[in-house]
């Protein structure tokens, strides 16, 4: 079946514009992760959704950063005045029944800030 | 934060040998994970091992829990060329709980 998938893959912006990140998740999960990946490190926990709300958004940096999944399927990262360290790889993933069972990722969006 | 620490941070062997990566992790944990990411991917699920298990194995790979230790490791045996990727090990600290992942091992099989 159709894994998770992420759009755009790669999105190039100017410091201080406004970002949205889209994951959709594998039918029928409702957990949702977002992840933020620099080169050669582990992914950074950022949010974590159960259903429509934000299980814990703890890792979110700052209030430049948010999240929502609104039917509990789709879910969204906006990015607010975009900053030059905000560039990497952004991660989602999905899974059946939290951090319980396997996460399944997307192939990420590559978000670079110039 | 990241909770797990993997060692090495780089390994490099020869088509055929076994390899092995460790995972450190500094509170109690629910379960631990391991995945496996090739360059420019996403991440992809190898094994779950839950908190009151010490073994698993899934085809070519084994994995340990020591939770007295706080640790864990995973065994690739014959490994292949194709197993050239970067390993996570992640942990969870309960069921509502995010899944934290350590910095990852770099493994290069050689043919």
């Known amino acids: 079946g159709a894994g998770v998938s992420q759009t755009p893959s790669n999105k190039v912006t100017e410091k201080g514009k406004y970002v949205e990140l889209r994951c959709d998740p594998i039918?029928?999960?409702?957990?949702l992760y977002w992840y933020r990946q620099s080169l050669g490190q582990g992914p950074e926990f950022l949010i974590y959704?159960?259903?429509?709300?934000?299980?814990?958004d703890s890792g979110l940096p700052n209030d430049r950063f948010f999240a929502v999944r609104p039917e509990g399927s789709v879910s969204t990262l906006k990015i607010q005045r975009t900053e030059r360290g905000d560039s990497a790889v952004y991660l989602c993933?999905?899974?059946?029944?939290?951090?319980?069972?396997?996460?399944?990722f997307g192939n990420g969006t590559r978000l670079t800030v110039t | 934060s990241q909770q797990g620490e993997e060692d090495p941070q780089a390994l490099s062997i020869q088509e055929g040998e076994n390899a092995t990566m460790n995972c450190s992790y500094k509170?109690?944990?629910?379960?631990l994970q391991w995945y496996r990411q090739n360059s420019g991917r996403g991440l992809v699920h190898l094994i779950l091992?839950?908190?009151?298990?010490r073994e698993k194995h899934s085809g070519r790979l084994r994995v340990t829990l020591d939770t007295s230790k706080k640790s864990s490791s995973l065994l690739i045996t014959a490994s292949r060329a194709a197993d050239t990727a970067s390993y996570f090990c992640?942990?969870?600290?309960?069921?509502?709980?995010?899944?934290?992942f350590g910095k990852g091992t770099r493994l290069s099989v050689i043919a």
């Open positions: 992640a942990t969870d600290t309960g069921r509502n709980t995010p899944l934290v």
């Open positions: 959704f159960q259903g429509t709300g934000a299980a814990d």
């Open positions: 509170t109690s944990i629910n379960n």
């Open positions: 993933a999905s899974s059946l029944a939290g951090s319980n069972s396997p996460l399944h």
């Open positions: 091992i839950r908190s009151n298990e």
């Open positions: 039918s029928g999960h409702t957990a």
